[in-house]
């Protein structure tokens, strides 16, 4: 386990160094050195405080999704949520997604896979905003069919941009569907009764061996099934899913609004708001893209290509990107890890744990 968890930290500090080097190796080192310490960094303050306010709402976002199963005091909620975000930062395959349920369940005895089923509801929320934000800047930006930056194996573009939207929205129905699916009662009475019938595909088993099949296979699984359910009943309750709406559209707007902030003390982005909101949607949708820890790089690479749609200078959009990406995840990483010491959590160990029940 440990030399598994050494491989995978390892090898994505070594992709992150790529991406990085992927994303600025047209841009001189001294005069991005120069930019970097231009910018007025007194804001960097302010745009923290936003950035992390973000991260209440988010809470308070899971904390009503996860009232529907079972209540959750703020603090238990908030410690697996700053961890797992931590661990996306950090190690490679968003592996912080499935530490944030684990760490819940250590901490509340609270099942995994209905803790994995309030995020999935989450990302369904946070896709579908985005989704709906990017129709509104395709409406209203107007991208030159003909930017393209090369990134690695990525050629970035509106294509790219338009590909990206598409597979998050058939993601974004496929998530939907699964959500309604585990909820009706009928569905789910279906689901049951042909997961209780595997034993009967041994026909050629013992009695004794069929029942073997039915505690060790249809059992555990019916418990899943019922426990994932249990994390998606949110949907029985219609004021709770305009609350979790409406905390999203604040969550989304606090984080453009920390990026909007930074900008003001970086040279060259003289962006609006709603510019500096382009930009945003423009790098979540980049950082969809199978990338390293951290996002390093894709979100370096979306930012200049974003930025450039408003005509920043590639110099410009590459310190102003580097340095609000650091003053993004950095304290997140801090307070994850913060989190981790006060829960007396072992997060690498956390990070591969596999155990659904």
Same mark, same amino acid.
Request: glycine content about 6%; charged content about 15%.
């Given at each position: 386990?440990?030399?598994?968890?050494t491989?995978?930290?390892?090898?994505?500090?070594?992709?992150?160094?790529?991406?990085?080097?992927?994303?600025?190796?047209?841009?001189?080192?001294?005069e991005? #050195?120069?930019?970097?310490?231009?910018?007025?960094?007194?804001?960097?303050?302010p745009?923290?405080?936003?950035?992390?306010?973000?991260?209440?709402?988010r809470?308070f976002?899971?904390?009503?999704?996860?009232a529907?199963?079972?209540?959750?005091?703020?603090?238990?909620?908030?410690?697996?949520?700053?961890? /797992? +975000?931590?661990?996306?930062?950090?190690?490679?395959?968003?592996? /912080?997604?499935v530490?944030?349920?684990?760490?819940?369940?250590?901490?509340?005895?609270?099942?995994?896979?209905?803790?994995?089923?309030?995020?999935?509801?989450?990302?369904?929320?946070? #896709?579908?905003?985005?989704?709906?934000?990017?129709?509104?800047?395709?409406? $209203?930006?107007?991208?030159?069919?003909?930017?393209?930056?090369?990134?690695? /194996?990525?050629?970035?573009?509106?294509?790219?941009?338009?590909? #990206?939207?598409?597979?998050?929205?058939?993601?974004? *129905?496929?998530l939907?569907?699964?959500?309604?699916l585990?909820?009706?009662?009928?569905?789910?009475?279906?689901?049951?009764?042909?997961?209780?019938?595997?034993?009967?595909?041994?026909?050629?088993? $013992?009695p004794s061996?069929?029942?073997?099949?039915?505690?060790?296979?249809?059992?555990?699984?019916?418990?899943?099934?019922?426990?994932?359910?249990?994390?998606l009943?949110?949907?029985?309750?219609?004021?709770?899913?305009?609350?979790?709406?409406?905390?999203?559209?604040?969550?989304?707007?606090?984080?453009?609004?920390?990026?909007?902030?930074?900008?003001?003390?970086?040279? /060259?982005?003289?962006?609006?708001?709603?510019?500096?909101?382009?930009?945003?949607?423009i790098?979540? +949708?980049?950082i969809?893209?199978?990338?390293?820890?951290?996002?390093?790089?894709?979100?370096?690479?979306?930012?200049?290509?974003?930025?450039s749609?408003?005509?920043?200078? $590639?110099k410009?959009?590459?310190?102003?990107?580097l340095?609000?990406?650091?003053?993004?995840?950095?304290p997140v990483?801090?307070?994850?890890?913060?989190s981790? *010491?006060?829960?007396?959590?072992? *997060?690498?160990?956390?990070?591969?744990?596999?155990r659904?029940?």
């Open positions: 386990m440990k030399r598994n968890i491989i995978s930290l390892l090898l994505g500090i070594i992709v992150s160094a790529v991406a990085l080097y992927l994303a600025f190796r047209n841009v001189p080192i001294s991005l #050195i120069r930019y970097l310490v231009s910018i007025n960094y007194f804001l960097a303050i745009s923290i405080a936003v950035a992390l306010l973000s991260f209440v709402l809470v976002r899971w904390q009503l999704i996860l529907s199963s079972q209540r959750v005091s703020f603090w238990r909620a908030f410690h697996p949520l700053m961890i /797992g +975000f931590m661990v996306n930062c950090i190690l490679p395959g968003r592996l /912080g997604e530490a944030r349920p684990v760490i819940l369940r250590k901490l509340e005895d609270f099942p995994v896979s209905t803790g994995l089923a309030t995020v999935a509801a989450e990302r369904v929320f946070d #896709i579908s905003l985005l989704i709906a934000l990017f129709t509104v800047v395709l409406a $209203t930006v107007k991208i030159n069919p003909e930017l393209n930056i090369a990134f690695g /194996g990525y050629q970035l573009n509106r294509h790219t941009l338009e590909l #990206i939207s598409s597979g998050m929205l058939k993601l974004c *129905v496929v939907i569907a699964a959500i309604f585990f909820t009706i009662e009928r569905t789910k009475a279906v689901m049951d009764a042909l997961i209780i019938k595997i034993p009967s595909l041994f026909f050629f088993a $013992t061996t069929k029942a073997k099949v039915h505690k060790t296979i249809s059992e555990p699984v019916i418990r899943i099934v019922d426990n994932f359910a249990r994390g009943s949110l949907v029985k309750h219609p004021k709770k899913i305009v609350a979790c709406i409406g905390l999203s559209l604040l969550v989304w707007y606090l984080v453009a609004l920390s990026i909007y902030i930074m900008a003001l003390g970086c040279p /060259g982005i003289d962006l609006s708001f709603l510019e500096i909101t382009a930009v945003m949607i790098i979540c +949708f980049f969809a893209l199978p990338s390293v820890p951290g996002f390093w790089g894709i979100w370096e690479a979306g930012g200049v290509f974003a930025l749609l408003f005509g920043v200078a $590639t410009d959009a590459a310190g102003f990107t340095a609000n990406h650091a003053i993004q995840v950095i990483i801090l307070i994850g890890f913060v981790a *010491v006060i829960t007396g959590i072992n *997060v690498w160990r956390v990070a591969f744990e596999e659904l029940t």
